[in-house]
């Protein structure tokens, strides 16, 4: 049986020691949010997921989602009970703002307890993962009236939401989207069309599912430009706030598929149902945006949460099962083999693992925090440019965290030899559930594109620019610092590459966009790797400053700290140089070979 334990402790040392959060305590909600609090709902948010959410991970796995004939769907046996302690302990509106109801904490605090709800059970967390990102559209695009009657029951989760883009024939190229809306006299209008693939489309769990669906108003433009977004509650709310008759949206089928059992993909069929437009007319996009991008950091911090606990069972794992000597002789004289911890190469899997995490966890957190600040800062040009730094790092965040979060649950799963390939270890589970949050909230291909595509040249790459200079100045300011200088030579020389490959684009990509798309890959995970080295290096001064200053009981913490880090710049950082080489050897060889001679 798998086991999980929220890292608590690290998420401490991030928040304390690195970012130093409490500097920020000029912000609304972070008054609120003392250390003292942070720690408290830490250790709360990690007790739910270890005794609430954690039990009902494989449970959910075997028994998945049941839709019945008249439509409904049933989630697994102790899901609804466990969404309604979630509701109860007041989880859905921890950092959502207060005027609707929410406790308006920081967004930073959301996201460190929301990687311990997604390792405890990543299905059953996409219920209120999807209603977050629902609420965040409709506070940003939403009318006051919207925002009245939606949100204050959203926010307390007694309501639930779902975002609707895909549709049969579109899924990354949204401008095929067929979805139709017809004005009605009344102002709302009347939405016909089908869409696929819909998580939480339909449950037991909530009173109301509020759905925000793409569609065309009649007469619209073709492509992106005629794109609007609705509400669709599935009951319809009267004027006294309460749910009431049922609108025009079923659930025509559910999906059955590799992962994530527990959370009920839908195929939804919208049948003259009434809609209400948020936002402007053609401008649905923009608005939906609001959800994909918070959805999309959901998505990075799934891949790094399912990382986690994979680590966890593996490390689990590989110090019970004997098998062979150490290489230096037997570590356990008195066992007939020793335990498969002792062995390097098992070593290198669970130290690439662990680095990244560590990184992972940090960078997610620290992003976070650049979204307080673009969110909440009084000052104009400070918000500016976090909100700039978040559109950067999005695209990161979800690719590279979830490509990594996949790649390291099957290196978990490795470890367990022929053990993780059945299903009695829990670790196939692991691998099934990672491998979709590299698909879906935009592929991750897509991810890469909109990186090199959009996100690079915005403002004169304005973004970029703050980025590197950032990271440049942490290692000038660190060079001569002796402890210091083995981080930031590695550093410097991943941050090099970057560059350079950033110079590549600009110089070879105008002219030839293939360059761009051939490349945009390796870009994205090039510009992963300076990120997490950055984070690393940060974390490692945080680490020897502790040290220094007569760390409390947590020397062996902060020591094997700095060993990951060294692992780091040692094994993973050296991977730049092989991502350059293929960015700048271009397109050609790509794009070469005929489509018909494949
Ligand atoms: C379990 C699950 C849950 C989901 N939940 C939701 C949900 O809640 N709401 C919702 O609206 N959707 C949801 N989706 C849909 C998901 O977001 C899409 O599947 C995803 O966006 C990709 O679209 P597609 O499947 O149509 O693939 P396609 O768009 O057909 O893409 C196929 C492949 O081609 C690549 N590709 C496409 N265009 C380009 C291009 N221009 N350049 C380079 N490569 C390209 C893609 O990267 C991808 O690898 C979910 C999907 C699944 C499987």
Redesign the pocket.
């Known amino acids: 049986m798998p086991s999980y334990r929220a890292p608590v402790e690290d998420t401490l040392f991030v928040l304390n020691d690195v970012l130093k959060y409490e500097r920020y305590n000029n912000l609304p909600g972070f008054a609120d949010a003392s250390p003292d609090i942070v720690e408290a709902v830490l250790r709360e948010g990690a007790r739910f997921a270890e005794e609430v959410f954690f039990p009902l991970n494989q449970v959910g796995d075997q028994q998945g989602c049941v839709r019945h004939d008249d439509a409904s769907v049933t989630t697994p046996e102790g899901f609804k009970a466990a969404y309604e302690q979630f509701k109860d302990g007041g989880w859905m509106g921890l950092a959502f703002d207060e005027e609707y109801g929410g406790q308006g904490l920081p967004y930073t605090l959301h996201t460190a307890v929301g990687e311990y709800f997604s390792s405890a059970n990543m299905a059953l967390m996409m219920y209120p993962g999807?209603t977050q990102g629902a609420m965040a559209a409709i506070l940003v695009h939403g009318s006051d009236e919207q925002k009245q009657t939606y949100l204050p029951k959203m926010a307390e989760g007694i309501w639930t939401g779902?975002?609707?883009?895909?549709e049969p024939h579109?899924?990354?190229?949204l401008g095929l989207l067929r979805t139709k809306a017809v004005p009605q006299d009344d102002g709302s209008y009347k939405i016909s069309g089908q869409?696929i693939?819909?998580?939480?489309g339909e449950h037991d769990m909530s009173e109301n599912i509020i759905h925000l669906v793409l569609a065309r108003i009649e007469g619209a433009p073709e492509g992106v430009k005629g794109i609007s977004l609705f509400i669709v509650p599935k009951y319809a709310v009267g004027a006294d706030g309460a749910a009431g008759d049922a609108n025009g949206v079923t659930c025509g089928s559910i999906?059955e598929?590799m992962g994530?059992h527990g959370n009920a993909?839908c195929v939804m069929n919208y049948d003259d149902a009434t809609g209400y437009l948020v936002g402007e007319a053609h401008k649905g996009l923009k608005a939906m945006f609001v959800m994909m991008n918070e959805a999309r950091l959901g998505v990075g911090l799934q891949g790094l949460a399912i990382s986690e606990i994979a680590y966890q069972n593996a490390v689990d794992y590989a110090k019970e099962r004997v098998q062979g000597r150490a290489l230096t002789g037997a570590k356990h004289p008195d066992k007939k083999a020793d335990p498969i911890i002792v062995h390097p190469d098992v070593r290198r899997n669970l130290m690439t693992i662990r680095a990244f995490n560590e990184a992972g966890r940090a960078f997610i957190l620290w992003a976070a925090l650049k979204s307080d600040v673009a969110h909440r800062s009084e000052d104009d040009a400070d918000r500016e440019l976090n909100e700039e730094m978040m559109g950067l790092l999005t695209p990161v965040i979800k690719g590279v965290l979830t490509d990594k979060g996949f790649d390291h649950a099957v290196m978990a799963q490795q470890m367990y030899g022929g053990h993780g390939y059945v299903e009695e270890w829990g670790m196939s589970q692991y691998v099934r559930d990672a491998r979709?949050a590299m698909?879906?909230?935009?592929?991750?291909?897509?991810q890469a594109?909109d990186l090199v595509g959009r996100k690079l040249p915005q403002n004169g790459g304005r973004a970029v620019q703050a980025f590197f200079k950032e990271v440049g100045d942490f290692c000038e300011e660190n060079r001569n610092d002796e402890q210091m200088a083995f981080f930031t030579k590695h550093l410097k020389k991943g941050l090099n590459d970057l560059q350079q490959a950033t110079m590549w684009f600009v110089q070879n990509a105008m002219a030839k966009p293939d360059n761009a798309?051939a490349g945009s890959h390796d870009y994205m995970h090039l510009f992963g790797l300076v990120a997490l080295g950055y984070i690393w290096g940060l974390q490692a001064k945080a680490a020897q400053e502790k040290i220094a200053g007569g760390a409390n009981g947590d020397a062996r913490y902060l020591e094997n700290k700095l060993v990951t880090a060294r692992y780091f710049f040692e094994r993973i950082m050296p991977e730049s140089s092989a991502h350059l080489a293929r960015i700048s050897s271009g397109a050609d060889s790509m794009m070469a070979i005929p489509e018909e001679a494949f």
């Open positions: 999807l779902t975002m609707n883009l895909t579109c899924g990354t190229d869409k693939f819909i998580s939480a999906e598929k994530i993909t979709i698909i879906y909230e935009g592929a991750n291909g897509i594109l798309g």
